[in-house]
């Protein structure tokens, strides 16, 4: 019986062993993992959430005020032509009057 528990002792030490060498190479393979996506990412160039939600928010303020500037525009355009008309009757009724 004594030798029985001894080899099952032995196994029992050696499985135990072997776990913990299997949990320290998951943590190491998780450190490297994670070190390689880290440096892969930062290569990428990619931008922070932060940052994309400032750019969007300019292109967004950008975008409404060229709108209110492309209705001043149509407004300032569209102006000049009716008063070019009225003003281009009078001067053609005036040049017939003289004849």
């Known amino acids: 019986m004594q030798t029985r528990n001894k080899i099952f002792d032995d196994i029992s030490q050696l499985m135990t062993n072997a776990v913990g060498v299997a949990q320290g190479a998951k943590t190491e393979a998780e450190t490297a ?3 390689w ?3 892969w990412l ?3 160039d990619f931008v922070s959430r932060e940052e994309f939600d400032a750019v969007r928010l300019m292109a967004q303020k950008a975008r409404e005020e060229n709108d209110v500037l492309k209705a001043r525009l149509d407004a300032m355009e569209s102006a000049p032509l009716s008063k070019t008309k009225t003003a281009a009757k009078p001067a053609a009724s005036a040049g017939k ?3």
């Open 42 to 44: 930062a290569d990428r």
């Open 33 to 35: 993992m994670k070190s």
């Open 37 to 39: 996506m880290d440096r």
């Open 97 to 99: 009057a003289k004849s």
